[in-house]
């Protein structure tokens, strides 16, 4: 069982920059892949990036949308998960979900476990 409580979101400018932290408790992150999803109003949740682990091997998986603006990564002693987020648009206004799952995938429904979401609201 994972716990999982994701924290950062806010009201930013168009251009700015946040970093959301996703906090696990339960188990440590090593044993999942860990993904960043979003979600705005009257859409389908969408996936941005992921994480995961093999050895001492990382490896990332972003969204075409998200690629070059976004960056997953861990502190394994913090157990916590960040996406850093820079050069944000009116079009990244979303709840922002954490999750966990056993594979590397970009389908929301191989995630067993999810975060309560934050609200990250960028304006123009």
């Known amino acids: 069982q994972v716990q999982l409580l994701e924290s950062g979101g806010g009201l930013v400018q168009a251009g700015g920059s946040l970093r959301l932290s996703c906090a696990a408790s339960?188990?440590?992150?090593?044993?999942?892949?860990m993904a960043w999803f979003r979600q705005a109003p009257g859409k389908e949740r969408e996936f941005l990036a992921a994480i995961t682990w093999s050895g001492r091997t990382t490896f990332y998986a972003y969204a075409d949308s998200v690629k070059g603006r976004f960056t997953i990564s861990r502190d394994s002693a913090k157990n916590t998960m960040y996406l850093q987020m820079n050069s944000l648009k009116p079009d990244d206004t979303a709840v922002y979900y954490c999750a966990a799952a056993p594979v590397l995938s970009r389908n929301y429904a191989d995630y067993d476990y999810w975060g309560q979401g934050t609200q990250v609201t960028v304006s123009s």
């Open positions: 339960g188990r440590t992150l090593g044993a999942y892949t």
